[in-house]
C-alpha cells in the first residue's frame, strides 16, 4: 500500500517558508544520512533554486549510516552548483560548530560583519533538525521528540553577533511520488504511524537488509539470511525475541516494530537505505513504468514569491 503523509499544518508551513526565504543567505537542510534523497524534500529544492540561495545540506544522523554510503553521497551533492554537503551528527558537539563557518563560505558577501548572516534551517520531520537547532543555540528552544512533526511553527533567533537562524516546521511534501521513498521513510520514522502499517514497513525493510546486510541481521538475530525474504525475516524476529499472541500466534505487529527499532537505534549497524546507484536504478525502473505524475503543489506559486 502506497505510503502518504501531509498533516493539515504543512500547508501553511510551506507558505510561510517561501516568505520567509525572500530575506535568507543561505539554505540549511537536514536530511537523513541513511536515505540523503527519499529525505530531502523537492519542494525545499525549487524555493531555494527560485531565489538563487546556495544550500547547506546536512547528511545527519551519519554516526547510524554506511559510511561507505554517506561518502558516496557527498561526492554526489557536492558536484551540484550552489550546494555544500557535510556528513553531522547533531549530537556531536564538533560537528555542529562547524555549521556556521560553512554557512559563510557559502556567502561570502555576508562575511564583513555589517549585514547580519540570514540562514534558515529545513528539513522533514524527525530528521534531528529540533536537535540541531538546539545545539546551535546552546539551549532548549525547539521541542524535540520521538513522533514526527513535534515542530509546528517557524521561529528566529540570534546565534550571536551578525547571525541569524529561523527554525521551520519539519515540511513533507502532498505526495510521495515513489513507493520506496514512502517506505523508506515510513522506516526511519519520519512519517507519522498513524499513516502506515507497522508489518509492511518492517517486511520492505527486511527485504532492503536481506539484500545489503546480510551479515548485520545473522549477527543480530543468529539466522541464516538466505532462509528468509521480507516477511518471513519479520516472522523469525517474532519467534527469536518471543513475540506471542494469546493462543501462541506470533504477535507480528510487535516483531515488525523489533525490526524497526534495531534499524532506528542503530543496534544493527550503520546502515544505508539507499545508495546513489540504487537510487539511479529506482529512478530508472519507474521512468520504464512510465513518468511519475507532476506534482503542481511542487511548483512555486507567483504570489507567495512577491
Known amino acids: 500500500m502506497p505510503i502518504q503523509w501531509f498533516p493539515g499544518h504543512m500547508n501553511s508551513a510551506r507558505r510561510k517558508a517561501a516568505e520567509t526565504l525572500a530575506a535568507i543567505d543561505v539554505v540549511i537542510e537536514v536530511t537523513d544520512a541513511r536515505l540523503p534523497e527519499a529525505s530531502s524534500n523537492p519542494m525545499i529544492g525549487e524555493l531555494r533554486r527560485f531565489r538563487n540561495r546556495p544550500c547547506l545540506k546536512l547528511l545527519n544522523k551519519a554516526d547510524l549510516a554506511d559510511p561507505v554510503a554517506t561518502q558516496a553521497w557527498m561526492d554526489f551533492y557536492n558536484r551540484q552548483p550552489g550546494v555544500k554537503a557535510v556528513s553531522i551528527s547533531a549530537k556531536k558537539p564538533a560537528d555542529v560548530a562547524r555549521i556556521t563557518g560553512l554557512c559563510r563560505q557559502l556567502a561570502p558577501h555576508r562575511s564583513d560583519n ?17 536537535t540541531l537547532m538546539n545545539a546551535l543555540i546552546k539551549r532548549k528552544v525547539a521541542k524535540v521528540g520521538d513522533e514526527p512533526a513535534v515542530t509546528k511553527s517557524q521561529q528566529t533567533l ?20 515513489y513507493d520506496s521513498d514512502g517506505f523508506m521513510l515510513a522506516a526511519s520514522h519520519a ?10 514497513v518492517a517486511a520492505f525493510l527486511g527485504d532492503v537488509l536481506l539484500e545489503r546486510y546480510p551479515a548485520l ?7 541464516d539470511p538466505s532462509n528468509f ?3 518471513g525475516l519479520v516472522e523469525e524476529v517474532g519467534r527469536r525475541r518471543g513475540c506471542l499472541q ?3 500466534g506470533l504477535d507480528l505487529e510487535k516483531a515488525a516494530q523489533i ?3 534495531d534499524y532506528r537505534s542503530g543496534a544493527l549497524g550503520r546502515i544505508s537505505l539507499e545508495t546513489p546507484d540504487s537510487r539511479s536504478q529506482m529512478l530508472a525502473a519507474a521512468l520504464a513504468n512510465g513518468p511519475a505524475p507532476v506534482n503542481p503543489d511542487l511548483a512555486v506559486d507567483e504570489d507567495e514569491e512577491e
Open 114 to 130: 555589517i549585514k547580519p548572516l540570514r540562514m534558515i534551517l529545513m528539513g522533514i520531520p524527525n530528521v534531528g533538525k529540533s
Open 217 to 223: 541481521l545473522a549477527a543480530r538475530y543468529r539466522i
Open 229 to 231: 525474504d521480507g516477511p
Open 259 to 261: 525490526l524497526l527499532l
Open 191 to 200: 512519517i507519522g504511524r498513524n499513516a502506515v502499517i507497522d508489518e509492511e
Open 158 to 177: 540570534d546565534l550571536g553577533p551578525g547571525l541569524t537562524l529561523t527554525d521551520t516546521p519539519g515540511l513533507m511534501w502532498p505526495k510521495i511520488d
Open 246 to 248: 494469546k493462543g501462541g
